[in-house]
């Protein structure tokens, strides 16, 4: 593929200041079960390419699936044109510099690779959690998901760019359905999709997968006669599971420079976080510590490269509470005049590349589950986002979650359902009273972060410990 997309930038003529060709193959295989019955068995393949031009300071872009130097050619003919038309009303003058000269290969790691299992043995194992998970007629419905997708890349440029990709991604789930008296709960395996990471089936079939199993099935059925979780004022302690969210929504997306910019504003919305607040901002507690960070074994969003070539590394985005840094590529970065990351990230081979979060990560702090819960008086465990709104600043917001636990004199006592809490974000962080150590600290991530016209859906991973703050509001009642 790279000797292709090479002789089409060698064969070109245009009067361009550059260009780059980013090709994708990705293939994806699905299977789900509902009540131990097929729902879904799919395989799909994707194969093209986007070509992104640079002429009289305008990016042009345009995509084919005809991977012929000619149907390239045409691509990029395309592109040009577009960059030239846009430059007069273009609202920044871009360079070459913003696409550096970068060669390399990055492959995700895989224990069991997908060769491991053949179809019929990830249907078996499928039927099986449906099966487990029915613990009690009390259980009306159970599903189950495991979805294997292969994912290459390839990217050269007219500067010199040449650099390979190889993913190998795994998204998992199960979780059922309880009924009873006119109340219906559900539980899952930490959310929908959220166990979904890089590498291989050995994140599917885990030494605690029977545990997990039964556990749902089990807190499906607690959470019939489980009281509604109160309305108070009080201690709330979040799983890594509903700090995903918490991450994902409060941090990740506010500071998307694209966003600060008010290039979203009439599609997913602006920030809270002005460009000014940059290395000023007091963000949250000194507690609060959050990379960017695509190199994390195994965690979904890890890469070696983002999509413009720009080499990934682990930065600060906030460190012992304060904003350094935002998400934003070498192009968003000078637009701004702000630092920011490799983040340029396209969903598809026929999407350009724009500024996305992908690995942010809470730091992990020093103390045990244990002693974290113990030195709370009272207050409230959640865990599993179940519901989420935030506003379109990225400033207030309501989260609900699947399961909720009191906390009584330093333990865990009374399970609760229907467990809600809302916040301001500076509010939320800046209440930060405790972080878990390494020993709590757990990845998830989702696959389907949307963003972006055309609409993107892109995978991102987050990772943080368990995590206490003070003085939240919670309340009960459905979300």
Not at 317 to 345: D, K
Not at 438 to 449: A, E, K, L
């Amino acid at each position: 593929m790279i000797q292709a997309l090479t002789q089409c930038l060698n064969s070109l003529s245009l009067p361009v200041d550059w260009v780059g060709i980013r090709a994708i193959k990705e293939s994806v295989n699905q299977r789900s079960m509902r009540d131990g019955m097929p729902q879904r068995n799919a395989q799909s393949l994707s194969r093209g390419a986007m070509v992104e031009v640079l002429a009289q300071g305008q990016l042009g872009y345009a995509a084919t699936n005809v991977l012929s130097v000619a149907g390239l050619q045409q691509a990029v003919a395309a592109a040009y044109q577009q960059a030239v038309a846009a430059s007069q009303w273009q609202l920044y003058a871009a360079s070459p510099s913003v696409r550096p000269a970068v060669v390399g290969r990055y492959q995700s790691w895989q224990q069991k690779p997908f060769s491991a299992l053949s179809p019929a043995d990830i249907n078996d194992v499928l039927v099986r959690i449906c099966q487990r998970l029915q613990v009690s007629d009390e259980i009306v419905q159970t599903n189950a998901t495991a979805i294997a997708n292969e994912t290459e890349s390839w990217f050269v440029s007219s500067s010199g760019a040449e650099i390979y990709q190889q993913f190998f991604l795994v998204e998992t789930h199960f979780g059922a359905t309880a009924q009873a008296k006119g109340i219906t709960q559900q539980r899952s395996d930490n959310g929908s999709l959220a166990r979904c990471y890089q590498g291989g089936w050995e994140f599917f079939l885990e030494a605690d997968l029977w545990q997990r199993v039964e556990q749902v099935g089990q807190q499906a059925i607690e959470l019939l006669s489980a009281p509604d979780c109160p309305d108070m004022t009080t201690t709330l302690v979040l799983a890594p599971d509903q700090m995903m969210l918490q991450i994902h929504e409060s941090i990740g997306h506010p500071l998307e420079l694209d966003r600060i910019l008010g290039d979203e504003r009439n599609y997913a919305g602006g920030s809270f976080v002005q460009p000014t607040d940059f290395g000023r901002l007091t963000y949250g507690s000194p507690l609060m510590n959050v990379t960017f960070d695509p190199t994390v074994a195994g965690e979904f969003a890890s890469y070696g490269f983002d999509d413009a070539g720009t080499p990934a590394t682990r930065e600060y985005l906030i460190r012992a509470g304060v904003l350094e840094r935002g998400l934003g590529s070498l192009e968003s970065q000078a637009r701004l005049g702000v630092p920011g990351v490799a983040c340029a990230r396209a969903a598809l081979w026929n999407r350009p590349a724009i500024d996305r979060m992908a690995n942010i990560n809470l730091e992990p702090g020093d103390q045990s589950f244990a002693d974290l819960i113990g030195s709370i008086e009272q207050g409230v465990y959640m865990q599993t986002n179940r519901s989420w709104s935030i506003d379109d600043q990225r400033y207030k917001f309501q989260f609900g979650c699947e399961y909720a636990q009191r906390i009584e004199s330093g333990q865990l006592t009374q399970t609760l359902r229907n467990p809600n809490y809302r916040a301001t974000t500076p509010q939320f962080w800046q209440s930060l009273k405790a972080v878990g150590d390494r020993t709590t600290w757990q990845m998830y991530g989702t696959p389907f972060c949307g963003k972006g016209e055309p609409n993107q859906v892109i995978r991102v991973g987050h990772g943080a410990p368990v995590c206490a703050f003070e003085a939240v509001e919670v309340f009960g009642g459905a979300a």
